[in-house]
């Protein structure tokens, strides 16, 4: 089955400890791109990745890191959370820029 | 990408028509139109995008206007389980990188189909 697979579905941490979700997809697509979610401001996108080794920022990079290795994985990194990157993260993918994404089905962070 | 305009609400009856409306009034004449949806806090859905003709897929049925300032996505017979959030988007066709070719997610308009 084609999908973007994100994990963890559910992270609760301490400020400052450095963590790592995983975004893998299984359809050979080129582009991956990550949102996160919160109330009231809606899907903001962090970071995305044209192909391997090629990525830029999007609207609200600020404290993420990301790497593109593989033309299948994305890893978010958040290398010292803070309570205000509490959110709903969704990791998408797509055979072209903006075309028929496919996302995951979301990361709920909590940091305290 | 031009900026985008739809209701924050709407309500459907199940088994009728949904018509949700999207005002793009400064579009361009490389923008596309898609439309995702997204139900409660899963992952946004692509349901149809065009350029200026009118499209139909399994899901949805999308109707631009000749001028190309508005469109309005159709949902034939509107079930439960097409409560969710409809996000309009125009955005230029773009596969040479740059943020200008990424999908920007207005506030969208959350439907509500009740039985």
């Known amino acids: 089955e084609a999908q973007v697979t994100q994990n963890p579905r559910y992270l609760i941490t301490v400020t400052g400890k450095k963590l790592t979700v995983t975004c893998s997809q299984n359809m050979n697509h080129e582009y991956m791109s990550w949102y996160r979610q919160d109330p009231g401001l809606g899907l903001r996108q962090i970071y995305y990745?044209?192909?391997?080794?090629?990525?830029d920022k999007g609207d609200v990079p600020e404290g993420y890191k990301v790497s593109r290795k593989e033309k299948r994985n994305f890893p978010l990194i958040l290398e010292s959370p803070s309570p205000n990157q509490t959110s709903l993260y969704f990791c998408?993918?797509?055979?072209?820029?903006?075309?028929?994404?496919?996302f995951g089905s979301g990361t709920r962070l909590t940091v305290v | 990408d031009a900026k985008t305009t739809q209701p924050p609400s709407m309500d459907c009856a199940e088994g009728r028509a949904a018509n949700l409306p999207c005002n793009h009034s400064t579009i361009s004449g490389n923008e596309y139109v898609y439309w995702y949806r997204q139900i409660h806090s899963q992952g946004p859905q692509y349901i149809i995008h065009g350029l200026k003709n009118n499209e139909t897929n399994e899901m949805a049925s999308l109707i631009i206007t000749e001028d190309r300032k508005s469109s309005t996505l159709i949902l034939p017979h509107a079930t439960l389980r097409d409560t969710a959030v409809y996000y309009c988007?125009?955005?230029?066709?773009?596969?040479?990188?740059?943020?200008?070719?990424?999908?920007?997610f207005g506030k969208g308009t959350k439907l509500s189909v009740k039985p």
């Open positions: 988007i125009v955005r230029v066709e773009s596969n040479y990188g740059g943020s200008q070719g990424n999908l920007i």
């Open positions: 998408a993918s797509s055979f072209l820029q903006g075309y028929g994404y496919t």
């Open positions: 990745s044209m192909n391997v080794e090629v990525t």
